[in-house]
């Protein structure tokens, strides 16, 4: 039980955390251009990334070298979301760009879900969650609206 408490909690700080970051870094790309604000962002994560590492004694660096070649670009995802982020925030607002956002993350989740790529564990696709996506495009297009 603790455990999904907990799960629940850190979920939601980090949706909070989404949801302070990314009307700042469309402020920032304003100021200085959406490939400045991406570098300045990006650095600045790797910058605590680094310090945590090094809080927490390395965890498991040494294993990077097993990782799948792919594994080195998931940083260029992170380009691409911020990039959209500074674009789109400026033109639609924080709550459309981020409903758009949501729904894009959730229908990754059920592809990856329904065909367990990249090793997950599978979980068919049923009707409730097609309804759940098509009552999420709804909002989302309220939302823009």
Known sequence: MIETILGVFLGLLGGVAV??????????????????SSFIIHVSGA????????VRGGEKIQNWRSLPWYMFGLGSL??????????????????SALSLIVVGQLFMG?????????????RPIDFTRILAMGLLLCGSYLMIK
Not at 47 to 54: A, D, F, K, T
């Open 19 to 36: 949801g302070i970051q990314s009307p700042l870094s469309g402020v920032i790309s304003e100021r200085v251009g959406g490939t400045s």
């Open 47 to 54: 910058i605590v990334s680094g310090v945590l590492l090094l």
């Open 78 to 95: 992170g380009v691409v979301l911020y990039l959209t982020l500074s674009y789109t925030i400026p033109k639609l607002g924080a709550t």
């Open 110 to 122: 059920l592809l990856l879900d329904t065909f367990g790529w990249f090793g997950l564990a599978t």
